[in-house]
């Protein structure tokens, strides 16, 4: 399969990032959630915050990558039959996807360093403080971090529910293309 979209099919490399970034998202969530529900004293709370924090700033490059590797390429397009209403929110729904992913570990990283903490990447070693002490604007940063794991929260179940509609009740091939074992037919009157 070619590494780089098409006009009717996601490509290997968007793939990869698409389905990677869901999946450090989703272990994200678990890590945080799952912590205060260790005892006390459990070792395994300073390495959900080890293994939380690390992925987190590992996320930004890799979102980075994604939206410069998206931009540069052939946006695949929407058959001709999607709504106009439809591609304004799939439209919608991404960019703001690309910004909480962007937002997420700047926030968590600001809120931390501005908490006084370190952020360790993996326990090979400490990421540089960019920031002085500052109990304010790590608040600032720490209310971010919240509200926007809450949007992200929504945007992912929008998101899915529509990936499944269109897949289901649409009958099309909209979830089918970002999943590798596909062979598309020419799209009728495409758009976007
Ligand atoms: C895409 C990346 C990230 C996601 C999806 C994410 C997600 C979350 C979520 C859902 C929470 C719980 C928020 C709440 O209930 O108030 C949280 C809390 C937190 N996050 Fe992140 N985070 C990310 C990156 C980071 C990074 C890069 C850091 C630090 C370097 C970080 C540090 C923290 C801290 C310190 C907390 C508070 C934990 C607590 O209150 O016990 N996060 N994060
Ligand atoms: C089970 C979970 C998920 C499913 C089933 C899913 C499904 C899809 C599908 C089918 C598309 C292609 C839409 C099209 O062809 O126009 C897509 C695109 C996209 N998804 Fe997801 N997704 C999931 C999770 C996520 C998560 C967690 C994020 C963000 C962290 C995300 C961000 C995006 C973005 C930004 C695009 C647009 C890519 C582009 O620029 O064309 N997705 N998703």
Same mark, same amino acid.
């Given at each position: 399969?070619?590494?780089?979209?098409? *006009?009717?099919?996601?490509?290997? %490399?968007?793939? =990869?990032?698409?389905?990677?970034?869901?999946?450090?998202?989703?272990?994200?969530? +678990? =890590?945080?959630?799952?912590?205060? +529900?260790?005892? /006390?004293? !459990?070792? /395994?709370?300073? =390495?959900?915050? %080890?293994?939380?924090?690390?992925?987190?700033?590992?996320?930004?490059?890799?979102?980075? !990558? $994604?939206?410069?590797?998206? =931009?540069?390429?052939?946006?695949?397009?929407?058959?001709?039959? #999607?709504?106009?209403?439809?591609?304004?929110?799939?439209?919608?729904?991404?960019?703001?996807? +690309?910004? #909480?992913?962007?937002?997420?570990?700047? *926030?968590? +990283?600001?809120?931390?360093? @501005? @908490?006084?903490?370190?952020?360790?990447? $993996?326990?090979?070693?400490?990421?540089?403080?960019?920031?002085?002490?500052?109990?304010?604007?790590?608040?600032?940063? *720490? *209310?971010?971090?919240?509200?926007?794991?809450?949007?992200?929260?929504?945007? !992912?179940?929008?998101?899915? !529910?529509?990936?499944?509609?269109?897949? @289901?009740?649409?009958?099309?091939?909209?979830?089918?293309?970002? %999943?590798?074992?596909?062979?598309?037919?020419?799209?009728?009157? /495409?758009? /976007?």
């Amino acid at each position: 399969m070619q590494a780089k979209d098409s *006009s009717s099919r996601y490509g290997i %490399l968007s793939m =990869l990032f698409h389905w990677s970034i869901a999946t450090l998202f989703l272990v994200q969530f +678990y =890590l945080i959630k799952r912590r205060p +529900y260790l005892p /006390e004293d !459990a070792p /395994e709370r300073g =390495l959900y915050m %080890l293994l939380h924090k690390s992925i987190g700033v590992t996320l930004l490059p890799i979102a980075l !990558a $994604f939206l410069i590797w998206r =931009l540069k390429n052939l946006r695949p397009r929407l058959p001709g039959h #999607i709504k106009p209403h439809e591609i304004f929110l799939a439209r919608t729904s991404h960019t703001l996807l +690309y910004a #909480i992913m962007l937002i997420m570990p700047i *926030s968590g +990283y600001l809120m931390s360093t @501005f @908490f006084g903490g370190t952020t360790s990447f $993996f326990g090979l070693f400490n990421l540089p403080m960019l920031v002085g002490q500052n109990e304010a604007a790590s608040a600032f940063f *720490s *209310s971010m971090h919240t509200i926007g794991a809450n949007c992200f929260i929504g945007l !992912a179940i929008f998101h899915i !529910a529509a990936a499944l509609k269109h897949h @289901f009740v649409g009958k099309n091939d909209i979830l089918r293309r970002m %999943l590798p074992a596909y062979n598309p037919s020419p799209l009728e009157g /495409e758009k /976007e």
